[in-house]
C-alpha cells in the first residue's frame, strides 16, 4: 500500500509532496503528475525555499551545473493578424507598437553582439501567424549572412504555425531549434487567443519533433489562469517533451486586452518555476521574458538556485531586458558555467 | 532637444498624468513616440540596444540615450 503524500517523510526530514518529489524526480526522474504539481503550487510560503531547494538539486542530478545563454532578435515587429492578448504586437489592438522589418545587416549585428556575449543560441522570430515566402527568404539570407560573418552560433527561429513543406525548408536552412509556444494551459487558452486553436500549434510542434529539430515550447504566466491550470500547462508541457521551456511572466503591454492585469507575485513566480522544474526534471527551463518586472534581481538569482538552467540575455522582442553583463555577473557570482558552443554540436 | 512629449504615451510633458509612464514596468520600454512631436515611431529592439525612427525627426538609438542604454 502507498503511503498518502502528507504522511511520506524523506530522509532529508521532508514530509508530504516535496517527500514524495524527493524520491520520484530527484532520485528516478520521473515527473510529478497534474495532482501532485497542484499540490506544489499549493505549498505554503513557509516551505519556498525547501521547495526551491529541491528543484535545484533535481536540475544538477539530471541537468548538470550548465546554463545555456541565448539571445533573441525580432526581424518582423507588429503587424500581427493574430489577437494573443498579452501581445503588444497584434495589428489587432491600440498598442503604440508599429511595424518593422529587421534588414540582413541588422540581423547579422544582433547575431554577433549575441555571440559575444558567450551565448551559443540565437533566436529569430517574428510576428505573424505563419511565415510567408518573403519572411521564409528574409531568414535563409540572413542565416547564410551570419555564417558567411563567422558566426558559428546555433540558430533557431519563432515564426509562428508552419506547413510541412515550411518544416522542411527550415531543417535545409540548418535551424536547429523551433520556438513555437503553447503560451498556456489548453483549457484557458480560447480566454488568451481566439484566433487560432492550441490544436494548430500542437500540430506544428509535432511535425517540428519528427523533423528532428529540437522543440523550444513554453508559455507566459500571470494571463489570469487558476493555480489549476498551471498545472494542467506544466502537464501537457511534459507531455510534448520539448528540449527546453522558455518561461515568461507576463507584462502587461499598453493597449492590448491584458493592459491592467497585475503581474503576479515573486514568490508565486519561484513556486511556479520550481513546480515546472518537478514536472520536467530533463528539461532545459529558461528564464525569458518578464523576470526582470516580477522577480528584480534577487528573484532572478533565487530562480537560477531553483530549477532554472538556461537565460535569455539582453533585450527581448519589443521590451528591454537588464544589461547582458549583469546576467552573465550573477552566472559568475553563483559558479554556473556557461554552456560551451562545442557543447551544443 | 526640446522635450515636449513624453516617449511613453505620446501626451504632452506637462499636461497630462503621467504616472503610469513613470512606473517601473516602463524602464523595459523603449521610447514609442517622438518627444518633439508626438508621432508613433518605428522602433526596433535588438539584444543590446534599439533604435526609434519619426518619419520627421529622424532616428534616435539606445547611444544617444545613456540612462536607457541596454
Same mark, same amino acid.
Given at each position: 500500500m502507498t503511503a498518502a503524500p502528507h504522511q511520506v517523510e524523506s530522509a532529508a526530514g521532508e514530509q508530504g509532496i516535496l517527500a514524495v518529489a524527493r524520491e520520484?524526480?530527484?532520485?528516478?526522474g520521473v515527473g510529478l503528475s497534474r495532482e501532485q504539481v497542484l499540490e506544489v503550487l499549493r505549498l505554503p510560503s513557509g516551505q519556498l525555499q525547501d521547495l526551491l531547494a529541491l528543484a535545484h538539486e533535481v536540475r544538477m542530478r539530471w541537468c548538470g551545473p550548465e546554463v545555456e545563454v541565448e539571445g533573441i532578435v525580432s526581424v518582423k515587429t507588429g503587424g500581427c493578424p493574430?489577437?494573443?492578448?498579452?501581445?503588444?504586437?497584434? $495589428?489587432?489592438?491600440?498598442?503604440?507598437v508599429r511595424a518593422a522589418w529587421l534588414d540582413i545587416p541588422g540581423l547579422v549585428k544582433a547575431a554577433r553582439e549575441t555571440a559575444e556575449t558567450g551565448a551559443t543560441e540565437f533566436c529569430i522570430v517574428a510576428a505573424v501567424r505563419g511565415p510567408d515566402t518573403r519572411l521564409m527568404s528574409q531568414v535563409r539570407d540572413g542565416i547564410k549572412a551570419i555564417r558567411e560573418d563567422g558566426n558559428d552560433i546555433e540558430i533557431a527561429c519563432s515564426l509562428g504555425m508552419l506547413t510541412q513543406e515550411q518544416v522542411d525548408e527550415l531543417v535545409a536552412m540548418g535551424v536547429h531549434r523551433y520556438n513555437h509556444n503553447l503560451e498556456t494551459a489548453r483549457s484557458n487558452f480560447p480566454n488568451v487567443v481566439t484566433t487560432h486553436s492550441w490544436e494548430e500549434r500542437w500540430d506544428t510542434l509535432q511535425m517540428v519533433k519528427d523533423a528532428g529539430m529540437e522543440v523550444c515550447c513554453g508559455g507566459i504566466v500571470?494571463? $489570469?489562469?487558476?493555480d489549476e491550470q498551471r498545472a494542467e500547462f506544466a502537464v501537457q508541457l511534459a507531455e510534448l517533451e520539448p528540449h527546453e521551456v522558455p518561461m515568461n511572466f507576463l507584462i502587461?503591454?499598453?493597449?492590448?486586452?491584458?493592459?491592467?492585469l497585475e503581474t503576479i507575485e515573486g514568490p508565486d513566480a519561484l513556486r511556479i518555476v520550481a513546480a515546472f522544474r518537478l514536472a520536467m526534471p530533463r528539461t532545459m527551463l529558461r528564464f525569458a521574458g518578464g523576470r526582470e518586472l516580477t522577480l528584480g534581481d534577487l528573484g532572478a538569482e533565487q530562480g537560477m538556485l531553483g530549477g532554472i538552467n538556461a537565460i535569455i540575455v539582453g533585450n527581448y522582442l519589443t521590451n528591454l531586458g537588464r544589461p547582458a553583463q549583469a546576467d552573465l555577473d550573477m552566472l559568475n557570482d553563483l559558479t554556473m558555467p556557461i554552456k560551451a558552443l562545442s557543447d551544443t554540436i | 532637444m526640446t522635450v515636449m512629449y513624453c516617449v511613453h504615451c505620446g501626451k504632452g510633458v506637462a499636461d497630462a498624468d503621467h504616472s503610469r509612464c513613470a512606473a517601473p514596468q516602463s524602464t523595459l520600454e523603449p521610447p514609442r513616440y517622438c518627444a518633439q512631436c508626438a508621432r508613433r515611431m518605428i522602433v526596433q529592439v535588438t539584444p543590446s540596444g534599439w533604435t526609434a525612427r519619426c518619419s520627421r525627426h529622424g532616428e534616435t538609438t539606445s547611444r544617444d540615450d545613456p540612462a536607457a542604454a541596454r
Open positions: 520520484q524526480v530527484l532520485e528516478r493574430e489577437d494573443c492578448h498579452f501581445c503588444s504586437q497584434s $495589428g489587432l489592438f491600440p498598442t503604440p500571470g494571463m $489570469g489562469e487558476t502587461p503591454q499598453q493597449g492590448t486586452p491584458y493592459e491592467h | -
